[in-house]
Every structure is written in C-alpha cells, then in structure tokens.
C-alpha cells in the first residue's frame, strides 16, 4: 500500500493568484497523476507526472495553466496558475500500486473568490 | 470517446437489504474496471478490481460483475450497514499507461437504520 500525503488540504485564493499542491508519497513510484473533482462532478485526469521527463497533459489542460514539477520519485507539485472561480474544485494526486489499485490522497479543496 | 454512466439519483435504501450500482460505458473494451468508496471531503478509497476475462469478484459484502458483451458492471453491497453510506465511483483504464483512470461521475448510497 502507499500512504499519501497533500498539502494544503484546502485553500481560498484569490483570482489571479497561483496555488501550489504538494503530494509526497512514503515509497518510490514511478508515475504520479493530478486529478481535478468539480464540485458534484467525479474525478478527471489532468496529467501523469513523471520523474526525470516532462509531465504529460491530458486532452484540455496545459501546462502553463497547470505546471507539474517531480523532482523525485517520491514527490510532486501541481501549480494551478492565473487562477479563476472555474478552477474552484478538489485536486488529487494518485499512484498506481502494483496490478491492483490507485490509491488517492485526502485532495486540496480550492476555492478561488 | 468513451464515456462512462452512473446513476446520478441517490441510492437510498434501508439496513440490512442488498444495494446495487450499475456502471455503463460505451466505445471501449477495458481490461479492467475498478469500484471506489469516496467518502465527503475524501479522496476515492479502492474497494474492488475486475478483470475482462472475470465475472465475478467478491469481498466480504461487496460483490462486483463485469458483462464486457453489455458494457456493464454492477456492485452489490449485501447486508447494508448504515456506515455503507458514500459515493461509489466506478472507473475505466485509459489503457495506455497503467494507473491513469476515467471515472463515473459516481452514485451517492444512503443507507438508513
């Protein structure tokens, strides 16, 4: 199992402003993945951050709205950039274990005013 | 693209009987589906995978089917208890990369005494 940690777990911002989410896992991982959950919505992938290369982005998020860092393979931030009250949601992290299952962090609940 | 479908009403339902959540999804064959317990303020919790080539899958009181040929899984929770009471998520593989999700927009489970 993998136990993970993000920080903040909640955050009000203003617009315009940038939020960076920390995610810190207690082993070493290979990938990591961002996810966004708007509010009454379920769970969509931003991107999967790697270690060593360039996060890869899925079909509507950039990376200058959502710069991803992974200095290690236990470690990664998710910036949320120029922020806007669209961008009010839940943000997750994510890894894989083994064949079986994804396990989550608790998420940072953002609200942007 | 493919896309996913949960029951959006509420599931409410009384202690001790049998819950059943129905999970869709069109234009693509999965080799897996997975079943996940997110809890208000939570990140999703895995409670179940099962595989393309598997029917069935059991875990104490939960129990999860996977008809590839109708596109459908459904989840049973027997013998309800009122700690039962979340939303369940189900989820797809994205296929190209172990770990990257899509999921149901999830259906909300109320189980009173």
């Known amino acids: 199992s993998a136990v993970i940690s993000q920080k903040p777990s909640r955050d009000i911002c203003q617009r315009g402003t940038s939020l960076t989410i920390q995610c810190q896992v207690d082993?070493?991982?290979?990938?990591m993945f961002w996810y966004r959950q708007q509010p009454g919505q379920s769970l969509t992938l931003i991107a999967t951050?790697?270690?060593?290369?360039?996060?890869?982005?899925e079909s509507g998020f950039v990376i200058d709205k959502f710069p991803i860092s992974r200095p290690n393979l236990t470690f990664s931030t998710l910036t949320v950039s120029n922020m806007s009250p669209e961008d009010s949601s839940i943000y997750l992290c994510?890894?894989?274990?083994?064949?079986?299952?994804?396990?989550f962090g608790q998420g940072t609940r953002l609200t942007v005013v | 693209s493919q896309k996913i479908e949960q029951n959006s009403e509420a599931l409410n339902i009384q202690e001790g009987k049998t819950a059943t959540l129905t999970c869709n999804y069109t234009?693509?064959?999965?080799?897996?589906l997975q079943w996940y317990r997110q809890d208000p303020g939570r990140g999703p919790v895995f409670l179940l995978l099962?595989?393309?080539?598997?029917k069935e899958k059991r875990k104490e009181r939960l129990k999860v089917t996977f008809d590839t040929t109708l596109k459908q899984s459904l989840f049973h929770i027997t013998a309800s208890q009122p700690a039962d009471s979340a939303t369940y998520l189900c989820?797809?593989?994205?296929?190209?990369?172990?770990?990257?999700?899509?999921f149901g927009a999830g259906t909300q489970v109320v189980v009173t005494p």
């Open positions: 951050a790697n270690q060593g290369s360039e996060a890869t982005y």
């Open positions: 234009n693509y064959s999965p080799a897996y």
């Open positions: 082993s070493q991982v290979t990938m």
């Open positions: 994510s890894v894989p274990s083994g064949d079986t299952e994804a396990f």
């Open positions: 099962i595989r393309e080539n598997e």
């Open positions: 989820a797809l593989d994205l296929s190209d990369s172990w770990g990257k999700l899509q």
